[in-house]
């Protein structure tokens, strides 16, 4: 009994070591950081899903609006790595901002973010251009593996690659795999857990007579070979880690020496490619002499017909269009009586002020996060497949020149069309455009397209002033006023496109070039990561935004300067009560009375002087605060709100709004005001959730703040002109 | 460049504009290779060429780009 103790105490002592010693196994230090590197289209994106999975995560780099995708991947059973996926770059001198990332981050050395190793990925169906890049990594002194990808498109193209002489020539260890079917990952990853050396083959050398200028660049900034300091006489401008003096000192010593930078660069690019060409006549042998892209082209001359092409292309912008607006309808609809059926469970439980908050305010606020998940899910399905396939390239290559004229570019045209659904996914999908120029200007006029939640606002208020009547027996005069509403969305949308071309100056080239890729069937694990990636970032970043203004608009409508609200649902009670209105018609007496009386209501009666040259009253300023939350609220609000002095509950919005009548005993609401109103809708940024979207695919508040103020600023003088001309 | 006829080829002598002739030789135009102008957009432009002795891959730019190209 006596050795229970020291013997228990033993044995735990040896679990614990035998613990110790397993945890030590699966957390060996910090985890290795790698970066992925490679052309675009070279499988890059393929190879980082099947490495990280859902694993991954998206945040920014350091002081620019570039996207920084990391993931962490369980190499081995002991051995965890984080990956990051640096932008598609055809060579290690930046053109792009976007590029400028990928630079920073191989600059400095002394960075926490600096990658232990890189993991290049090259398209081996195309290995002379591919290798470019590779080559300069390698000189750059960073241990490097080359993930010799798409060896099956190489094969059906009777290149046939001696994997073991690239390896002795390159010097750097590779890995034959097909990303796209996960073959050569398992190989890959036990390499990537391995320490590796720099490489020890050097691909170019700097010019003896650069060498004085480059050496004492290198022992200046203490840098570890001569490549990457040619690299500080090249890029000392744009490196951000560089103090002003430093700047000072590099620009000196290229003048000093008479370092022409551009005709370097190019002499470089020559060079390095006559050494891949001598590589390349030792391990490469292509058996059939003419590669042929017979399916490919065939499909192009459809695919790019001056009339089938833009047939298909506007077939496929209706099927999307269809699915954004039509199908999505369905889960919405779950989505919006899941969050009121949920709603109402809460209210008939539970009592007290807090509900409120929790029902009307948090709960309202989550589910108008919630209820754009379906159409973002559903766009950038689409637009994933049309990436993944290729025929995105075709749609930019048919529309550049149109869309070039307005400032745009070819790929402007699917956010702007699908800104007919929803601004939000559609500002989303503008990530697609590479030249940031282009991006903003899409990103800033998308909302003037007019989106579904405007069309109640339109059918209300068009429904009230334009006659049923047929004109020319077969046209509706009300569908003619809805679709000129659409057009005028539209062309304020292409000449403030076009306005802006003009005021934005922008210090970087806009270069078209691209690769124009083959035809290839989507990889669907692609696709299910793309949607699950946009709605989490949807839901995650711009929903923070939109639940927070949502409450802050609940706030504004539920509660009063002191006992104000209290006052005047106890005046509406005793009213009603007077008058003997049954219990619906008190209900929405009072709700409209405390409405009144709310911080909106003080909001409206604020705003009436500023908004009644435009022939808005105070109701109206009401209506326009709340629709802030969504627009089509302008209905409900207007509803309740209306709902003073009127009779009965059982009228539609349309009827309340007609009966509504102006101190001369008119009615108030004329075709002057009706249309002043609909300019208004048409024209103003009325939409927190797009702003949001705005502030994160712009990564500030800048861009939404202008977008917010011209929006508003062109509805307030466009509604301005309509009711003065037609009053 | 942009004199040659739909389908025609012929090998880069020259690239005109310093800035724009870092790009292309990126995107492995390099003197003396081949390219043939594959097709043009409905509207004239851009156009993709293939690049290549083996035509290796297609590219796409605008006319405006392609002009800075020299054909020997």
Known sequence: MAGGPLLSGRAGAGVSAVQLETAALRQPGPLTRIALVGNPNSGKSSLFNQLTGLNQKVGNFPGVTVDRKTGISQLTAQHRAEIVDLPGTYSLYPKSLDEKVITDLFYDKASPQYPGFVVVTVDASNLRRNLLLFTQLADMGLPTVLALNMMDVAEQHGVQIDIAALQQELGVPIIPMNARKGVGITALKIVMAQMLDAPSVSFYEPEEALLPMIRQIRYYFNLHNDYLALHYAHQYRHISLLSAEDRAYVQELTEQYGFEPTARQAQETIARYGRINEILLNCVSVTRTERNE????????????????????????????????AWASYPMELIDEGVAWINSLIQTNFDGPLVNLLTEGVLAGLGGVLIFIPQIALLFAFIAVLEETGYMARVTFMMDRIM???????????????????????????????????????????????????????????????????????????????????????FAAILSAWAMKLLLKTTERSYFIMEFPVYRWPRWKNVGITIVEKVKAFVFQAGKVILAISILLW???????????????????????????????????????????????????????????????????????????????????????????????????????????????????TPARAFSLLVFYVFAMQCMSTLAATYRETKGWKWPLLQLLYMTGLAYVSSLLVYQVMK | MTDLQLGESGTICCLQDPEMALKLLEMGCIPGTMVRLNSRAPLGCPITLVVGDMADYTLSLRVSEAATILLK
């Open chain 1, 404 to 490: 070039r004229r307005f400032g745009l570019n070819g790929k402007s045209i699917v956010p702007l069309i699908s800104g007919v659904a929803c601004a939000v996914p559609a500002i989303m999908s503008a990530r697609t455009i590479e030249n940031r120029k282009d991006r903003l200007i899409t990103i800033f006029v998308t909302p003037l397209m007019s989106c579904s939640a405007r069309i109640p606002v339109y059918t209300v208020l068009i429904g009230l002033v334009v006659p049923d009547e047929s004109v020319l027996g077969v046209f509706n005069l009300r569908g003619f006023a809805l679709m000129g509403l659409y057009l005028l969305g539209f």
């Open chain 1, 294 to 325: 017979p399916y490919s082209n065939k499909l192009d001359k459809v695919l790019t017909h001056k009339v089938w092409g833009y047939l298909i292309f506007f077939g496929v912008l209706f099927l999307m269009f269809q699915a954004v607006f």
């Open chain 1, 555 to 669: 706030v504004l409508a539920s509660y009063g300067p002191g006992s104000a609200m209290e006052q005047a649902g106890k005046r509406a009670t005793t009213e009603a009560r007077r008058q003997g209105l049954t219990p619906a018609e008190l209900d929405s007496r009072v709700a409209s009375e405390k409405l009144e009386a709310s911080y909106a209501g003080h909001f409206g009666h604020l705003i009436e002087p500023a908004i009644r040259p435009l022939g808005f009253d105070w109701k109206i300023g009401i209506s326009l605060l709340t629709s802030f939350a969504a627009r089509e609220v302008f209905v409900g609000t207007m509803s309740t709100i209306y709902s003073v002095g009127q009779d009965a509950d059982q009228l539609t919005v349309q009827q309340k709004l007609a009966a509504e009548k102006d101190s001369n005993g008119q009615p108030f609401f």
